[in-house]
């Protein structure tokens, strides 16, 4: 590669290492794929939990691993959330920090 098709990948690369805030997994595929590699949500979930990153089974499905929570590369964000029969549940979301 030239240094003129470099270039714009390692700006792009250091602007999303210094965010502070944390994406879905869904906008982080968005971004990634406006920036020339072709991915969708459905095919960044499996390679994550092919290489190690999301739990592939169980009450964990989708959630980050033990590998990946000691690179610190995400968070899980955890809500609650109110039933029409009045019961309340916890749902939890993994989102992709700016080091991930």
Same mark, same amino acid.
């Given at each position: 590669?030239?240094?003129?098709?470099? +270039?714009?990948?390692?700006?792009?690369?250091?602007?999303?290492?210094?965010?502070?805030?944390?994406? %879905?997994? #869904?906008? !982080?595929?968005? !971004?990634?794929?406006?920036?020339?590699?072709?991915?969708?949500?459905?095919? !960044?979930?499996?390679?994550?939990?092919?290489?190690?990153?999301?739990?592939? +089974?169980?009450?964990?499905?989708?959630?980050? &691993?033990? +590998?990946?929570?000691?690179?610190? %590369?995400?968070?899980?964000?955890?809500?609650?959330?109110?039933? !029409?029969? #009045?019961?309340?549940?916890? &749902?939890? &979301?993994?989102?992709?920090?700016?080091? #991930?």
């Amino acid at each position: 590669m030239e240094n003129s098709e470099i +270039k714009p990948k390692a700006l792009f690369a250091d602007a999303v290492s210094a965010s502070q805030d944390s994406i %879905l997994i #869904g906008q !982080l595929a968005k !971004l990634i794929s406006q920036n020339g590699y072709k991915i969708g949500q459905n095919r !960044l979930f499996a390679w994550m939990r092919e290489n190690g990153f999301l739990c592939s +089974k169980g009450e964990n499905y989708n959630m980050q &691993t033990q +590998k990946s929570m000691h690179m610190k %590369l995400m968070e899980i964000k955890e809500r609650t959330v109110n039933n !029409l029969d #009045g019961s309340v549940r916890m &749902t939890k &979301t993994t989102k992709v920090i700016g080091r #991930g």
